[in-house]
């Protein structure tokens, strides 16, 4: 299982500078290949291979007077650079082949020098980690890093990040084995929403804590003050950096909240079982403000990433199930209601329910009779679920029948906490 581990950078004035050289090569290259395959494209030539790009605009530009400088820097980004280009076509002939599952993906642009986000990666002939602590990096030097933490296996690679607001990052990669935790009894379902973040099949409420809505204030005096900056002024360049922090604080905040919470998830339950919502048709309505900042898609992509690694299980529930319109002690399906209908009561059997609690234990139900019938599952009815986490299972909704609704693949990857 591949891990990254991220740690602060700080660079010396000289070394930024040299990364900054570096950043600036690395795109060149980027750029100059690129523009080589849409040459060769237009002409009916065949299609560059990647040593062949190589050779042109690494080696041989090297030795040209317009691409002398490329000799001041480390070839191990610049070969890096040529192989993100490989990425992004082989991910957009993978998407329009239909490999590649998810939003379609576009052919690859040039890079821009004005992007506010850098990025250079070295492979294990590019960088040391050096016994005083600091990380070594061709023809960079050795850079302080802030070790928060320990690395659990010898790094295959570090990526060097320049973020908008100014910080320098190292993220290693990292192959370690899965560590599961053990077994535990206890299941749950979970009912997300914006007045209350989730709702546990136990009863048990997690906040928002809104953590965009309460930076507001702040974002916009510094908003303001870079509006009334003169563009091109260095005073405007020292705002936008401002603002850029700002928005920083409340992602990195958010991001530590989500880390926290879906570790406690993953520690105390064998199996979560989420919805499957339409963040992205969410985002474009009136609550698109409050559903970016609820985070809701990297809540779920955390619970699935630390579920592989620590040997658990997440379970999505299709998005038509009607979990807010049945009864979760009777079955009796009431209809859809109103969002401000917050408590109902039951049409079958009379009782009275909380709507995002109800919702919950019918996920919880939907999730597990999923789980129950997928591959690899008991065959006997009645036969105990499977404790061991299965993250690659599929299951068939139980009311796809009626629904029209596709079976669900559930797949994690090991990401890990940055």
């Keep these: 299982m591949h891990l990254r581990y991220s740690y602060r950078l700080y660079p010396t004035p000289s070394q930024r500078v040299a990364l900054a050289r570096t950043f600036g090569c690395a795109r060149v290259v980027y750029n100059d290949a690129l523009a080589v395959r849409k040459e060769a494209r237009q002409a009916g030539l065949p299609y560059p291979k990647s040593t062949d790009l190589q050779k042109l605009v690494i080696t041989a530009a090297r030795k040209t007077a317009e691409r002398a400088w490329l000799a001041t820097v480390g070839v191990d980004p610049l070969i890096q650079s040529l192989r993100d280009l490989d990425a992004a076509y082989r991910n957009f002939f993978d998407s329009v082949s239909g490999k590649r599952a998810g939003r379609r993906v576009g052919l690859p642009v040039f890079k821009s020098r004005k992007h506010s986000r850098q990025s250079l990666r070295f492979t294990r002939n590019g960088f040391r980690i050096r016994g005083n602590g600091k990380l070594n990096l061709a023809k960079i030097g050795n850079v302080r890093v802030k070790w928060s933490r320990n690395l659990p296996a010898e790094p295959s690679s570090v990526t060097i990040v320049l973020d908008p607001a100014g910080r320098y990052h190292a993220s290693f990669v990292v192959d370690v084995e ?42 916009r005096a510094a908003q303001r003050e870079l509006s009334r900056k003169a563009k091109g002024s ?59 900042d609820a985070g809701w ?33 009777c079955g009796h399906r009431d209809g859809p209601k109103p969002l401000q209908v917050r408590q109902w009561a039951c049409g079958g ?35 105990a679920i499977p404790h061991q986490a299965r993250p690659v299972e599929r299951g068939t909704h139980r009311n796809a029948s009626r629904t029209g609704a596709p079976p669900h693949t559930a797949g994690a990857a090991g990401i890990p906490r940055p």
């Design 178 to 219: 899965p560590s599961h935790l053990p077994e535990v009894p206890a299941e749950v379902g979970i009912d997300l929403g914006l007045t209350t973040y989730a709702v546990l099949s136990n009863g048990d409420v997690i906040d928002n804590p809104r953590f965009l809505r309460r930076a507001e204030k702040k974002l």
């Design 234 to 292: 260095k005073n405007r360049a020292k705002a936008h950096r401002r603002v850029a922090k700002a928005h920083a604080k409340v992602a990195d905040t958010r991001m530590d909240w989500l880390h926290k919470r879906t570790t406690r998830l993953i520690g105390e339950n064998q199996a979560v079982y989420l919805e499957d919502l339409n963040v992205r048709g969410l985002a474009r309505g009136r609550l698109a403000k409050s559903v970016h």
């Design 349 to 383: 059997c009379g009782v009275l329910h909380d709507r995002d609690l109800n919702a919950a234990r019918n996920i919880l139900a939907a999730g597990q009779a999923d789980r129950l019938n997928a591959s690899g599952g008991p065959v006997s009815p009645g036969a």
């Design 297 to 329: 898609a990297t809540f779920r992509r955390l619970l699935e990433d630390k579920a592989a690694r620590y040997g658990r299980y997440v379970g999505i529930v299709h998005r038509a199930f009607p979990s807010s319109q049945l009864c979760a002690d």
